[in-house]
């Protein structure tokens, strides 16, 4: 992957975004009732006697999140700096460096593989990173993925910007994709997968994404407004305002 532009752009890219980021923040962040009800949909199939790597854990948010609900997470990232930073927040944290194309684990070792928010950013798409952790895990082992949806508001914005005559992505150097539920069941099913869950979440987010009244001040927060109305569009259209596609899949035996 070292020969690809964007993939080492995107790559700066995250190592900019961790520069200014603060691991409390983080941590708070997926405290909040929003990401702690995705947290409660993949927990319970999750081995708990058994080692789970996070790929691409940023901050560690995650990894110290289930850590602390009893399971043995490890952290793995490409942007050093990332992890620096984890360590300094918490120096007992199992984490290493790696590329999630190429995880430094032998065939069949790993009970658990977490993926949130990660595999969108790959112009050559999310196959050869699920083959790798596919891998990596053990038969019947468990894969946990989270992925943007083409929602309406992605689609206004992506019209909008073709409409101006801009690059549908939003920055140049940073890549970033969404997929439709069949798309993502079909990857996840090609490289070697059987998916048990696949579930619209976080729809209080995507009306983060319209701005205004659904926003307030703090890191990311969606305001009371985007809450109550992201629980009845959850109920009525749980697809067309579905921020990110969780999905949880066993590797084949």
């Known amino acids: 992957m070292n020969g690809n532009t964007r993939y080492d752009s995107t790559r700066d890219a995250w190592e900019h975004i961790w520069q200014s980021a603060n691991v409390q923040v983080e941590l708070d962040a997926v405290q909040s009732?929003?990401?702690?009800?995705?947290?409660?949909?993949?927990?319970p199939y999750l081995p708990k006697n058994d080692l789970i790597l996070e790929a691409g854990s940023g901050l560690s948010a995650v990894v110290i999140t289930l850590r602390r609900h009893g399971f043995n997470v490890l952290g793995m990232d490409y942007a050093l700096n990332a992890l620096q930073a984890s360590r300094e927040?918490?120096?007992d944290l199992d984490l290493l460096a790696g590329d999630v194309h190429h995880l430094p684990f032998p065939d069949d070792s790993l009970g658990g593989y977490l993926s949130f928010g990660v595999l969108e950013h790959f112009e050559h798409g999310m196959g050869p990173a699920l083959h790798e952790a596919c891998r990596a895990l053990k038969p019947n082992g468990t894969l946990v993925l989270t992925i943007p949806y083409p929602n309406i508001v992605y689609q206004l914005v992506q019209l909008k910007r073709q409409m101006s005559g801009d690059s549908t992505l939003t920055d140049e150097d940073f890549y970033e994709s969404a997929y439709t539920r069949t798309q993502l069941n079909s990857e996840v099913e090609a490289a070697g997968f059987r998916v048990l869950v696949s579930q619209p979440t976080s729809h209080a987010f995507t009306l983060w994404g319209l701005g205004g009244p659904f926003r307030v001040g703090g890191y990311y927060e969606t305001s009371p407004l985007a809450e109550v109305a992201g629980r009845a569009v959850k109920s009525t259209l749980p697809?067309?305002?579905?921020?990110?596609t969780l999905i949880v899949a066993r590797k084949l035996a």
């Open 33 to 43: 009732p929003r990401s702690l009800e995705t947290i409660r949909m993949y927990e």
């Open 89 to 91: 927040f918490d120096s």
């Open 239 to 244: 697809w067309a305002f579905n921020f990110m």
